[in-house]
């Protein structure tokens, strides 16, 4: 199935213009990855030819999420530290701005969806779980 969202969605909602910093394949890469995530939770029961203009806009924003995740990904592995005289120099703050602008516009994505989909995606990173017992306490 195609994709719902365009590069050109991408790149007017997120004001991309910079070919070189954000090539087209990085753009097309990140609507791949955001439909194939969406495909997962869309309730089967809505008709998705000509999709709705929510479900555009969701998958616009779930790629410009994964978009700014790659582009936070290759910042901090081209981020050059520097020691003179003691003091560190650093490269700034771009990463963590890019990975919140991530996150925020994945919510935002989710949110737009939710009348489309069977189930949110969880993010859970830690379950708790009942307290047990280690080497003989009680």
Excluded: C, N
């Excluded at 919510?107 to 379950?127: G, N």
């Amino acid at each position: 199935m195609a994709s719902f969202a365009t590069e050109a969605d991408v790149r007017l909602k997120f004001q991309l213009d910079d070919t070189t910093l954000v090539p087209s394949t990085l753009v097309v890469g990140s609507i791949d990855d955001a439909h194939e995530e969406l495909l997962r939770f869309l309730d089967p029961q809505f008709d998705t030819t000509p999709a709705e203009e929510a479900v555009v806009m969701g998958e616009t924003l779930l790629a410009g999420a994964h978009l700014f995740r790659a582009l936070a990904a290759k910042d901090a592995f081209d981020q050059k530290q520097a020691t003179i005289g003691g003091q560190r120099l650093e490269a700034g703050k771009r990463f963590t701005a890019l990975m919140a602008v991530a996150a925020l516009t994945e919510d935002q994505a989710w949110y737009v969806l939710e009348p489309y989909i069977e189930a949110r995606p969880s993010r859970v990173l830690a379950a708790v779980t009942d307290t047990v017992a280690v080497l003989g306490e009680e």
